[in-house]
């Protein structure tokens, strides 16, 4: 049997495929010891085991087969092997808006790798319209991939890049603007974007999936249309990002980007709005407010383009018992600033004081923010905090750990003066602090209590 049609498989597997004389991307009934199963073999990552057939059903869900428990095997027919998606040509009618997407990678723009197992990025943007057909009704979109990458390594030089062709699309008159981007880091690129472009005219939608495309259960194409949906026609002109709100395709929720963060690992409802409240709900009808404090959109192509990044800027999250060579080594090897995510209020133990002390000395910029996530720094309370604030450290009110780290390298990337820096740092730009925190800004339900779980039986998740 060839190469191809045993792709992957070795041991136990490939003997049972040369015993039933069947192979990769054959359309099969497998007849088990626990039923029959029918669906088309996929090829096999070359880590996995050798007792098992993977074979992809008709709901489009994958399964895996142990070889032992196979006593006949039908052939049904056989599928030709796509890899890629073909692109279709964008038709354009001068009765829309334009948008443009700009890909950079991650779950959104990805496919399955069989030699692995693992989703990599692979499909271009013009893959992915080609895909989603929908999106004709919405905009003419053009597309420009920037990156392949997962959203682990975006890191500052993207940031400036992503930021440079968003200045130039709004020079060049585009109506929005969607950015293709893994949701691991998504809240981080918000983040900087929305400090590196500023008094946008028009929305900038920051985009993902939680679940790959060949999954039935993907949300990629649904992101897409409410991303699209949103650059072509909200009034909302500021850096966003667009994903699930519930678990179900109900309805998408707009996040500002400087107030958004991932909060589950697997969820398609994984992002949330900290300390605040979403801007708005978005369908394939359109976007619905939720708040009116928003930059509006304009007919103007003027935009503020800053990006500057200063990399040597880390974020340190407090833990008890920190040893104070953390803080020595991280200024040993030339670092510019630190972000803490302190305890309580704005908290570390006493040992680090020292540590702090001299980096602040050296001229390195400390910034303290709370792990909790939602609420204020207040390091006045108590004499920890004002002992720490006596020895440099300057409190962020209630800034998000990931949104200090990304400011404050903004900011050094702008200027060495640290009066100048701590300006930057504590006057608000785009939402990343505010005057206080609404009362519905903190919603945490906790199963089992009677009166949640008849909220969730009522609504949704």
């Excluded at 399964?63 to 006949?72: K, L, M, P, Q």
């Excluded at 040893?323 to 670092?335: R, S």
């Excluded at 006493?350 to 001229?363: H, S």
């Amino acid at each position: 049997m060839s190469d191809e049609r045993t792709k992957g498989y070795r041991g136990e597997s490939l003997e049972t495929l040369e015993a039933f004389s069947f192979g990769v991307w054959d359309d099969v009934i497998l007849t088990t010891t626990r039923g029959e199963f029918r669906g088309i073999i996929l090829p096999r990552s070359e880590f996995d085991d050798s007792r098992h057939l993977v074979l992809k059903l008709s709901t489009g869900y994958n399964v895996g087969i142990d070889v032992r428990t196979i006593t006949a095997v039908a052939i049904k027919g056989s599928k030709e092997a796509h890899y890629k998606i073909p692109e279709k040509e964008f038709p354009v009618s001068p009765d829309k808006p334009y948008v443009k997407l700009l890909g950079t990678g991650g779950t959104i723009a990805s496919r399955l790798d069989y030699r692995t197992g693992a989703v990599i990025p692979a499909f271009s943007p013009g893959e992915l319209y080609g895909a989603v057909p929908e999106l004709a009704d919405i905009c003419n979109l053009s597309t420009e991939k920037l990156f392949g990458v997962f959203s682990e390594n975006m890191g500052p030089h993207e940031y400036k890049t992503l930021a440079r062709a968003i200045g130039q699309e709004i020079e060049n008159g585009i109506d929005g603007i969607v950015v293709g981007h893994g949701t691991d880091t998504m809240h981080h690129t918000a983040s900087a974007l929305a400090f590196m472009v500023q008094n946008s005219p028009v929305p900038i939608v920051m985009v993902g999936s939680q679940r790959s495309s060949d999954r039935p259960s993907s949300d990629a194409a649904l992101n897409l249309i409410h991303a699209t949906t949103t650059a072509a026609t909200s009034d909302i002109a500021e850096v966003m990002v667009c994903m699930f709100g519930p678990t179900s395709d109900e309805y998408g929720l707009l996040h500002r980007g400087t107030r958004v963060r991932k909060m589950h690992s697997s969820y398609r409802s994984t992002f949330r709005t900290i300390g605040d409240t979403p801007l708005a709900t978005v369908t394939r009808e359109g976007v619905v407010p939720l708040r009116s404090d928003y930059n509006p959109r304009r007919t103007d192509r003027e935009v503020a383009i800053l990006p500057t990044f200063e990399d040597r800027v880390t974020l340190l999250y407090y833990y008890p018992n920190m040893h104070p060579d953390i803080i020595d080594a991280i200024v040993d090897v030339g670092y510019k600033g630190i972000v803490i995510a302190g305890t309580g209020l704005g908290h570390v133990n006493k040992p680090v004081y020292p540590a702090i002390e001299r980096a602040t000395a050296a001229g390195v910029a400390i910034y303290m923010t709370v792990q909790t996530l939602w609420g204020y720094v207040h390091m006045f309370v108590y004499d920890t905090g004002r002992d720490l604030m006596a020895k440099g450290i300057i409190p962020t009110e209630n800034m998000l750990p990931e949104v200090a780290y990304i400011k404050l390298g903004w900011a050094l990337g702008q200027t060495d003066d640290l009066e100048k820096v701590k300006s930057l740092m504590l006057t608000p730009i785009c939402g990343e602090i505010t005057e206080r925190e609404p009362h519905d800004g903190y919603l945490v339900f906790q199963g089992g209590m009677p009166e949640i779980e008849d909220f969730m039986k009522r609504v949704h998740k």
